[in-house]
């Protein structure tokens, strides 16, 4: 007789309810501690349980996950909302029970597990991503210190990790404030675009103790957190070129995805597109479809969906990039998006298109063919023109 287990996992406790079909089992309770998820392993073994199903609570499910994983049980991650649709379980008891009655029923729709190598290279990545977020804080704050100093340097260079900032930064924290000394540590170009009287008067400052010493320890700080960052990098380069070389170089024939990006793609995707159905499947998972909200005959909302959002934060990077980029068609479809589109909703809009291409390119294991430009057809060109001629005229009698 097939049995099938359910679990409620909380910080502490851990809710087992088994089902053969016919009867619930006494709902046991585990503590979280190693040992005593290895005794839950032990006593899903001994009922004779084979599926199990976890239901996905913030972090907690993931050393659950691990450890019967590797005992050899067959899980599935299941999104409490898409279980909790209906009143009269509100307790952890029933919830364990109605989990594995649901998944005795085939009524469950699991969550997407990858393997253990895109496991760890996820870790590296997301761990690399908030390292990247740390470091714009540090920037911001040495910016917000030197501006309390008076030191408007930052306000003549494009970023604020210049070689010329750092310098400047460095020779504030050794003392030196003569704005005449510290011109000399600023590159040429800067000067002769910016002019050197500006850069002197930006460079002229009041700098007190304790902002030297908030300075050194922010640049500090930044130091610690670019070497990790590389160190993130290095391992996520190593894991991708041994496993997974071939998708690493054709995801970078798609324009405005870098080495970088490349590789938190295919951690966050797995570079394996059999999971969806279709691309539209890929990208609702990502987050980067409209939402499908209407009643009678009318759409309440059209705004995104939630979905990874660490793939969405890099798709739209990937927008950015690839609608500057020169002779590529999604700058062409950027441009057009933007004559009738906030540039938001486009940058939007070009991502989800990225998104079809990288199903694609994945999906066939096939490079990004650039060549192949969506020709706009006659009927579509006539179209475009009496849209244009109606807007025209519309923004005539405004005027008039």
């Not at 503590?31 to 349980?49: A, C, M, P």
């Not at 995801?251 to 405005?256: A, N, R, V, W, Y």
């Not at 394996?272 to 279709?278: G, H, L, R, T, V």
């Not at 969506?374 to 244009?388: A, C, D, G, N």
Request: charged residues 25%.
């Amino acid at each position: 007789m097939k049995k099938t287990a359910g679990l409620d996992v909380h910080k502490d406790t851990v809710f087992c309810g088994i089902y053969d079909g016919k009867l619930q089992s006494e709902v046991k309770e585990f503590t979280t501690t190693t040992v005593s998820v290895y005794s839950l392993g032990e006593h899903l073994q001994t009922e004779g349980v084979q599926e199990v199903a976890i239901e996905s609570t913030g972090i907690y499910w993931i050393p659950v996950w691990n450890i019967l994983e590797e005992m050899g049980f067959s899980l599935m991650l299941v999104n409490p909302y898409l279980i909790k649709q209906m009143p009269g379980r509100k307790s952890d008891v029933k919830d364990a029970q109605w989990i594995a009655a649901l998944l005795h029923k085939g009524l469950l729709r699991g969550s997407l597990i990858p393997c253990q190598q895109i496991r760890e290279l996820r870790t590296y990545s997301r761990k690399y991503v908030r390292l990247q977020q740390k470091l714009t804080s540090v920037l911001q704050e040495i910016e917000r210190t030197l501006e309390i100093c008076g030191i408007r340097i930052t306000s003549l260079v494009s970023r604020i990790s210049a070689m010329s900032v750092r310098r400047i930064i460095e020779q504030t924290i050794q003392g030196e404030d003569n704005p005449l000394e510290l011109v000399k540590h600023i590159h040429g170009r800067i000067i002769k675009r910016q002019g050197r009287e500006k850069v002197i008067e930006s460079l002229t400052g009041f700098v007190m103790p304790q902002h030297r010493f908030v300075l050194e320890q922010a640049l500090e700080e930044y130091d610690l957190l670019v070497m990790q960052s590389d160190r993130c990098l290095s391992k996520m380069a190593e894991l991708c070129k041994l496993h997974y070389s071939k998708e690493f170089e054709l995801l970078q024939t798609i324009p405005g995805i870098s080495e970088i990006s490349a590789m938190i793609i295919i951690a966050e995707t797995g570079a394996d597109m059999k999971a969806f159905e279709n691309s539209g499947k890929f990208i609702g998972w990502t987050g980067l479809r409209p939402r499908n909200d209407e009643s009678a005959g009318k759409f309440k909302s059209t705004a995104t969906t939630k979905g990874n959002k660490y793939l969405r934060t890099i798709l739209v990077q990937v927008a950015w990039a690839a609608s500057r980029t020169k002779n590529s068609y999604f700058k062409e479809k950027f441009n057009r998006l933007c004559i009738r589109k906030p540039r938001k909703k486009a940058l939007v809009a070009i991502a989800r298109k990225i998104g079809v291409v990288i199903f694609n390119v994945l999906n066939k294991t096939e490079c990004y063919n650039s060549s192949l430009l969506i020709v706009p057809q006659t009927e579509k060109v006539q179209q475009q023109v009496i849209y244009h001629k109606k807007e025209l005229e519309r923004l005539e009698k405004i005027l008039n």
